[in-house]
Nanobody, 119 residues
Framework: QEQLVESGGGLVQAGDSLTLSCEPA???????MAWYRQAPGKQRELVAS???????TYADSVQGRFTISRNDSLKTGHLQMNSLKPEDTGVYYC??????????????WGQGTQVTVSS
């Protein structure tokens, strides 16, 4: 079983919104987390991050349009993406430290979810 699973990607038009979700495996919880994306032919880039105590940061390119969050249950992370642009197209990856009651946080990557924004 994957330790992190992303969902919510899809094909949308410019100006649309999408919400991505990131879930740890059963019995595990989210600690520090982040979203990355990788466009074709480009390096993977950090989009947004969220510390365990709730401090969020964003890449300049998405500031004001994207919101990273984590449910109080620590079972689901989200990336709300508004006013999507074609340049937002790419594979989005959740990266997070996950933990259980008897295991310290360990870092994992999700397999990615495709977001395609048409003009």
């Amino acid at each position: 079983q994957e330790q992190l699973v992303e969902s919510g990607g899809g094909l949308v038009q410019a100006g649309d919104s999408l919400t991505l979700s990131c879930e740890p495996a059963a019995g595990y919880y989210l600690h520090d987390m982040a979203w990355y994306r990788q466009a074709p032919g480009k390096q993977r880039e950090l989009v947004a991050s969220l510390t365990a105590d709730g401090t969020a940061t964003y890449a300049d390119s998405v500031q004001g349009r994207f919101t990273i969050s984590r449910n109080d249950s620590l079972k689901t992370g989200h990336l709300q993406m508004n006013s999507l642009k074609p340049e937002d197209t790419g594979v989005y990856y959740c990266n997070a430290y996950v933990f259980s009651y008897d295991r310290s946080p360990r870092n994992y990557w999700g397999q990615g979810t495709q977001v395609t924004v048409s003009s």
